[in-house]
């Protein structure tokens, strides 16, 4: 494919290889030689969605010229107070009516599947437009069907071009084509030589330390402390944050210090724990960090030894791009261990990419030249990716329950279920055109499985006088200005860890007749962030 005609690309640059502002400067250059109106940057966390949007409103928004802030760049991607807005501010978050757009995939595939009106009012700014969908491999399994059909009709009829962005590219273009897949091949790829640019990029070296007994906890802190005292900095990335607290737990008698990360923690900690490990890493002193996953995609810190629980491979790979990312001459050093016990039950993609990896790692230790001898490059990944796929084949078209096992690919198409039964009921079938229940899907569809909410919390000082501000003001206009500057001290609860808290009277409504909630600071550690019990305080200040 031609790179100066509209269309779907890909570019697949190794982690740390720059992508961001590559796909930036292919962008301006397309929508400059297209005409096209906008560029909308689609990002998979809110951990890191400010970092990316913060680089760009450097190159776009400069100090020097303060009457461009807020023209060009819009972000948008939290829910926190999202009925009270100024009617200004809400017409240009729900329009997207801004140059450079950045939001989440879950804003945007509520805006293309979701239920009510806002979406609607988005969906116009996705056509014509420059869509760059940064860490792709995050899209849902259960999306991907709906997604490709979503990416497919944004190319073809509303004249847009599409970017996935990944150092892992997911095969989308090699699932059900029936049921919809995107046209890929490797005249999409922006990079003219995947292959070599990541042996050029080569970094790190991934020792596959995979026990048949599996690690304890205790072992994998051993490792990590053995690590540090070796290269002088260790990242441990776990799939769970009862297993960051532990491994974390196992280190502290240690005589440096240990930093915690994990979605438990606002934004505003996270900030401040990442700029601490930053400086330390700058100044050259011992650094050694146990996070879940959030650490793995976006997020640009360079540590000289990384160990990774087991996981998917395109996860062991995110998290090798923490490792010499700066890339020194020296080599940095990947572990994959495997935990002895790990309860993922609740956590679907994680146990069937973990069981994909065994089987894939298998192999590459039976034969590594027949993947170039790279345990983390392109011809393993792809040999990944068709285990993990295929496996996950019937989840990909979004299996939901309504009377009767469905799915939202066939309520929006065919709709042959409903179909079949209204002919069996009434021997004829339904004389109408449109026979999809658009409201039905629309109010089935949730982009993730488990919809959280968003709970502020009082960490620090301006997080208290922001919550204190946010229970005294009135006025619409100043509550705005306060939630855009709360969501900075936001945590998302799952509904079990919302209720659980609630009985225990520790969520507390900002004014009455709201759904802004705040915790009681009691219930929010130094260290952890979120604890679902009370506790103590001076332990943590003091840790």
């Known amino acids: 494919m031609q790179r100066s005609v509209r ?10 290889g720059g992508k961001t502002l590559a796909s930036l400067r292919f962008s301006l250059h397309h929508a400059k030689e297209h005409s096209m109106d906008r560029i909308i940057y689609v990002i998979p966390f809110t951990t890191i969605i400010d970092q990316n949007a913060q680089d760009v409103r450097e190159i776009f928004e400069p100090k020097e010229y303060p009457e461009d802030a807020g023209k060009i760049i819009l972000e948008h991607h939290s829910n926190i107070g999202a009925d009270v807005q100024s009617w200004k ?32 009012r988005r969906m116009h700014q996705l056509a014509k437009a420059v869509i760059i969908f940064d860490e792709i491999q995050t899209l849902p399994i259960k999306c991907v069907h709906m997604f490709n059909n ?37 005249e999409n790829e ?7 640019l990541c042996a050029d990029l080569k970094r790190v070296h991934v020792h596959d330390c995979r026990k048949s007994v599996g690690w304890s906890y205790p072992e994998i802190a051993a490792l990590a402390i053995e690590q540090l005292k070796k290269d002088g900095s260790c990242l441990v990335v776990v799939n769970t944050k009862k297993a960051a607290r532990l491994i974390f737990e196992e280190v502290q008698s240690a005589d440096f210090e240990t930093f915690h990360l994990s979605t438990g923690m606002c934004p505003a900690h996270r900030k401040r724990t990442l700029k601490a490990i930053h400086q330390k890493l700058a100044d050259k002193e011992p650094v050694l960090c146990i996070s879940t996953q959030l650490i793995e995609a976006g997020v640009n810190i360079d540590f000289r030894s990384v160990i990774r629980m087991l996981a998917g491979l395109d996860s062991i790979t995110q998290a090798a791009g923490r490792c010499n990312r700066h890339g020194s001459p020296e080599l940095g050093n990947v572990f994959i261990v495997n935990p002895a016990e790990e309860k993922l039950e609740l956590l679907k993609d994680i146990a069937v990419g973990k069981e994909k990896s065994n089987r894939v790692l298998d192999d590459y230790r039976d034969e590594p030249s027949k993947y170039d001898s790279d345990v983390i490059g392109p011809k393993m990944l792809e ?33 042959s279920s409903a179909v079949s039964e209204y002919g069996r009921v009434q021997k004829i079938l339904p004389e109408i055109f449109l026979r999809q229940p658009f409201m039905t899907a629309a109010k089935l569809f949730k982009s993730i499985d488990a919809p959280t909410r968003s709970v502020l919390v009082c960490y620090g000082d301006e997080g208290k006088e922001l919550v204190n501000q946010l229970c005294a003001t ?19 609860l799952f ?27 009691r219930y929010y550690s130094e260290t952890f962030g979120i604890s679902m019990e009370p506790i103590n305080k001076e332990v943590f200040l003091n840790a």
Not at 7 to 16: E, K, M, N
Not at 93 to 108: S, Y
Not at 407 to 415: K, M, P, R
Not at 474 to 492: C, H, M, P, T
């Open 7 to 16: 269309g779907l690309f890909t570019l697949t640059v190794p982690t740390g």
């Open 89 to 120: 501010e809400k017409l240009l978050t729900e329009n997207w009516d801004a140059p450079v757009v950045f939001t989440t995939m879950v804003q945007f595939l509520e805006t293309v599947f979701g239920a009510g009106t806002r979406g609607a």
């Open 150 to 186: 979503a990416i497919n009709f944004l190319v073809n009829q509303c004249g847009s071009t599409v970017v996935l962005c990944t150092a892992t590219q997911p095969l989308l273009g090699s699932v059900d084509e029936k049921k919809g897949a995107l046209k890929l091949t490797e």
């Open 190 to 196: 922006l990079m003219p030589d995947v292959d070599k």
């Open 383 to 415: 040999w990944y990716y068709q285990n993990y796929f295929y496996d996950r084949k019937d989840a990909m078209d979004y299996p939901v329950d309504v009377s009767r096992n469905d799915t939202l690919l066939n309520l929006l198409s065919s709709n």
């Open 474 to 492: 009135f006025e619409v206009d100043k509550q705005y200005g306060l939630i855009k500057k709360a969501q900075q001290y936001s945590v998302n």
């Open 495 to 521: 509904p079990y860890e919302f209720e659980k808290l609630a009985k225990q009277n520790a969520l507390h409504q900002v004014q009455e007749d709201t759904e802004i909630f705040y915790l009681d600071d």
